[in-house]
């Protein structure tokens, strides 16, 4: 195909994805899969860290962690029909019509709002280097608001010597995997696909069409396209931040807050919504604790003026302080807790259940649990961590033996919501605890209050203002 023309629409042949990460493979996977190209390239740096996916996957071994239906089959399926290729060769991109990007862009602190955007910036050299003319670009990693059209394009321009629109084409399609769902939300969930122009947006639905079962595309701008994707986290954040809040009231003025939240769920009703989720110990995971950063740095680079309350904090940044406050309220509650039994939190052996930041899995990513870990071994406590799923965690000793985490336990809080801590039975805990009046800290509200209050217990529930007085038995 004749590169510098591509007005005529040949179809995509030869396509390529950089970073071979938990968004990467499985992307590359399903394009190959898809019959629909004659190879997929499946690009990873060398590196000491991540060098070692390219032989695995070339060797029909998928690196990912933890179990992901259908992908090690793929894998198998598509290196045999010789439609998939890893490699270390990024000049390879030179063959290709088309070439995503699936690199992380984690924050290094999210208080200056600053991303790390080190390895996208590395991998959008690479192809600008070996960019040709016709070729289609596509970002599929969380980005602030204004990077497609603007950082990303300026790379590509400045290495290949083209120009975005002219000589290639340049669009953001965001990618809404979730751990142990990834191949199924990228065939299920809707697609976002927003190119810098129109031509480029028509082009990237030309990639991503073959992969889709349920999901549908959905077309608009590069710029639309980024703020949808950090957008949509940050609404479920502040939905989280809302009842989090109206849990705090329910505490302070002595109600249950899941009696109101039923109330409020009852009102249904043409036109009417109510999205009301869960209070709980805090708010932890890759998504929800970054890309409303990426969305207050979007408003702000983008140099355009906003017209917002005069000195009032951004909504969606309050949301974000009251979910990072849920892990110093349990500490709050532990410290209320003690001082009922004068103990010392110095003297206090702690029991955290649940390293894990979502329940019934393995990652442990921004976990609220650390928070509430360090505030009390700054108080000089003793902490242990109990997580039957988290295999390890750096500078973190996680147990995986629930009777010695328990042994002895001034303090049991509950993190996670795993099946394993729903079982648990008040008057075993009460007697591994060896106390009198142990604490328990209910943080996915998974307990029954009044069987372990009943066992003598010190009870405390995020949102329990019904029984967090309760009378010592
Ligand atoms: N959480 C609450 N209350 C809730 C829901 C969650 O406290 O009602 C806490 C969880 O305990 C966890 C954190 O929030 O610590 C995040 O939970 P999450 O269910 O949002 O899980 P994530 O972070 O994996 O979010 C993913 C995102 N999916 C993608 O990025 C494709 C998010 O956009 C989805 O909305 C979310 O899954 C989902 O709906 O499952």
């Known amino acids: 195909m004749s590169k510098s023309n591509f007005d005529n629409k040949e179809s995509l042949r030869k396509v390529g994805v950089v970073g071979m990460g938990y968004v990467g493979i499985p992307s590359a996977l399903l394009l190959a899969d898809s019959g629909k190209f004659d190879i997929v390239y499946g690009f990873q740096r060398d590196s000491s860290t991540s060098g ?34 890893a490699t270390s060769d990024f000049s390879r991109i030179k063959e290709l019509d088309a070439i995503a990007l699936a690199i992380q862009t984690p924050f290094k602190d999210p208080k200056d709002l600053v991303p790390d955007f080190g390895a996208l910036i590395e991998g959008l050299r690479l ?47 965001p990618e809404r995997v979730m751990v142990g769902r990834l191949l199924r939300n990228i065939r299920e969930h809707d697609r976002i696909v927003g190119g810098i122009d129109e031509r480029s947006t028509q082009r990237a ?68 919504t109510r999205a009301i989720l869960w209070p709980g110990a805090g708010v932890g995971g890759h998504c929800l604790t970054k890309d409303t950063y990426h969305l207050e740095r979007g408003v702000k680079i983008s ?45 206090a052996k702690i029991a955290i259940l649940g390293w894990a930041f979502i329940n019934d899995s ?54 996670a919501g795993h099946k394993d801590y729903r079982a648990l039975q008040a008057k075993a805990v009460k007697k591994l605890t060896g106390k009198e009046h142990p604490v328990i800290l209910d943080g996915r509200n998974i307990i029954d209050p009044e069987l372990f209050i009943g066992e003598g217990f010190i009870y405390k529930g995020i949102g329990r203002g019904d029984k967090n007085e309760h009378a010592l038995i």
Do not use: W
């Open 52 to 85: 070692y996916k390219i032989k695995m996957l070339n060797s029909g071994e998928c690196p990912l962690k933890g179990d992901e239906p259908g992908i090690d089959d793929m894998l198998k399926r598509v290196i045999t029909a010789g439609k998939f290729k």
């Open 362 to 415: 393995d990652d442990a990513r921004n976990t609220p649990s650390e928070t509430y870990r360090d505030l009390l071994l700054r108080d000089g406590a003793m902490v242990e961590v109990h997580d039957p799923h988290v295999l390890d965690y750096p500078g973190v000793p996680i147990s995986h033996d629930l009777t010695e985490t328990l042994a002895n336990a001034d303090v049991v809080a509950i993190f």
């Open 127 to 173: 192809v600008g280097k070996n960019l040709s003319k016709g070729t289609l670009v596509v970002l599929e990693s969380t980005i602030t608001p204004g990077t497609t059209d603007g950082m990303a394009r300026q790379i590509l321009e400045d290495e290949s010597g083209l120009v975005a629109g002219r000589d290639f084409m340049l669009a953001h399609a």
């Open 303 to 347: 140099g355009c003026h906003l017209d917002y309350p005069e000195g009032k904090d951004s909504l969606f940044v309050l949301a974000r302080n009251i979910n990072d406050f849920m892990p110093k309220h349990m500490y709050n509650l532990t410290v209320r807790a003690l001082e009922r039994i004068n103990k010392k939190r110095v003297q």
């Open 205 to 272: 639905m030309e990639l991503y069409a073959p992969v889709l079962t349920k999901g549908k595309l959905i077309p608009m701008t590069a710029r639309a396209a980024e703020i949808t994707k950090t957008a949509e986290n940050t609404f479920r954040d502040l939905q989280i931040a809302a009842i989090n809040e109206l849990a705090l009231y329910c505490e302070a003025m002595g109600i249950n807050v899941y009696d109101v939240r039923s109330g409020i769920d009852s009102l249904k009703g043409e036109g009417i």
